[in-house]
């Protein structure tokens, strides 16, 4: 296996991280948002508020993106497991 293999390997997974958790992230960072602007607003300075939005919305969003990320985890999975021949020698 040569460095630049690795490398790429590496590449893709980081790649395949950064898809698949995007959208919780993405999700969970624009209702915080939300609530935290809705809190300077208002003056409410509690902070357990914040909790249960975000929580509610990873939630939301695991249910709704789960089959998309499952589908695109195990075709990078098969893929990584069929070329696997390749890396070992």
Aim: zero cysteines.
């Amino acid at each position: 296996m040569t460095d630049a293999t690795v490398v790429d390997l590496g590449r893709e997974a980081l790649w395949m991280v950064l898809l698949v958790a995007g959208p919780m992230l993405g999700l969970g960072l624009l209702v915080g948002l939300v609530v935290s602007i809705l809190q300077a607003t208002t003056q409410i300075q509690e902070q357990t508020l914040t909790f249960i939005p975000k929580i509610l919305a990873v939630l939301g969003a695991a249910i709704v993106f789960g089959p998309w990320m499952l589908r695109v985890m195990t075709e990078y999975a098969a893929r990584l497991l069929g070329n696997l021949h390749r890396f070992a020698g």
